[in-house]
């Protein structure tokens, strides 16, 4: 049984920082492609970072240059830095883990999500 647990989120004024992890349990094999999303109230889920297994990383523009994914395969733990947050990042964040080693941006390519941790940006 695949579980991925989420923490860290919370409650920050703009251009503040948080960091979010991702902690793995079960057969997630250091070769998955790992992700973090958000989905905002009445959005879509939407990509904000993947790391492959050979520690290739991918943003999206909303996030290029503040946002920073990594992984700590002997901990099978996943995180993402987050600076200079904007009130538009407010979204519940989810990982996911993907038993490929490409990377993809679509929800649906990916096996194992977590239960979403709340992020909240105030002006």
């Known amino acids: 049984q695949v579980q991925l647990v989420e923490s860290g989120g919370g409650l920050v004024q703009a251009g503040a920082s948080l960091r979010l992890a991702c902690a793995a349990s079960?057969?997630?094999?250091?070769?998955?492609?790992m992700g973090w999303f958000r989905q905002a109230p009445g959005k879509e889920r939407e990509l904000v970072a993947t790391?492959?297994?050979?520690?290739?990383?991918y943003y999206p523009d909303s996030v290029k240059g503040r946002f920073t994914i990594s992984r700590d395969n002997a901990k099978n733990t996943v995180y993402l830095q987050m600076n200079s947050l904007k009130p538009e990042d407010t979204a519940v964040y989810y990982c996911?883990?993907?038993?490929?080693?490409?990377?993809?941006?679509?929800?649906?390519?990916?096996?194992?999500w977590g239960q979403g941790t709340q992020v909240t940006v105030s002006s």
């Open positions: 996911a883990a993907r038993a490929a080693t490409a990377a993809s941006a679509s929800p649906a390519a990916y096996n194992y």
């Open positions: 079960g057969r997630i094999l250091s070769g998955w492609t």
């Open positions: 790391i492959s297994r050979g520690a290739s990383t």
